[in-house]
Structure formats: C-alpha cells, structure tokens
C-alpha cells in the first residue's frame, strides 16, 4: 500500500489517505509497542521489529535495526535521485528540480550554496 522503492513517501501521508477504508481497516489491525532493542539505538537510527500474526497462528518477523541512508547503509547514487525527486515533486516545478537538483550535485565545484539558494529564491508558488 503505497511507498516508493525507498519505503514511505510524501504522498503516503495526504490526509485523503487517512479516510480509505482499506487503510482504516489495517489501522485497527496494529498495536505498536515499545522495544528495548529499539530504545537503546535510538535516536543514532530509528529501528523498527515488525511481528505480523496470521490467521493460521504463525508470526513473521522483521528487523530494520539499521536505517536505509545511514552511514552504515547508505543510498546509492540512484537512490539518492529517486528521493530527491519525490521530495521536490509538487513543491517544484520540473525546470525548477531539474536546476535544483544540478546545482546540489555541483555544490562543491561551486564553492558554495549562492547558486542554491539563488533557484530557491526564485521559486514561486505552484
């Protein structure tokens, strides 16, 4: 339901989402809970352990001790693209991201964020 190769996205959070029924339904299926595993990485990651019990008894367990996009498990360059074009999709016009996206990968070349904050500055609202 949702999310992008990356996991969660923006969109997964549009207040629209929150009055579908398939998602109200799943919402009253989950109880969260505290973890002392969990609690003693955190706030260096932001780890989860997911237990799902089926119907027919079993638990499947799954561990995120370690954050995607951490030092210890970075994301690749491509990674790296697909979120930034999330983040910036609907906030930026295309030119915008496009120009954006060219002066953060060039940010050492240029010495500085003047170029950055100069695209910003002429960003208008959508």
Request: proline fraction near 4%.
């Amino acid at each position: 339901m949702g999310g992008t190769c990356l996991g969660l996205g923006i969109d997964d959070f549009a207040e629209k989402l929150l009055r579908d029924p398939v998602r109200q339904a799943l919402m009253h299926k989950i109880s969260v809970t505290s973890d002392a595993r969990c609690d003693s990485i955190f706030p260096d990651q932001a780890p989860a352990i997911l237990t799902v019990y089926a119907k027919n008894g079993s638990e499947l367990v799954q561990e995120a001790l370690v954050n995607r996009g951490s030092a210890e498990c970075p994301l690749s360059d491509e990674d790296l693209a697909i979120k930034f074009s999330d983040n910036v999709t609907g906030a930026l016009a295309p030119d915008a991201a496009a120009a954006l996206r060219l002066a953060v990968n060039r940010i050492e070349e240029e010495g500085g964020v003047a170029r950055i904050v100069h695209i910003l500055a002429t960003v208008t609202d959508q």
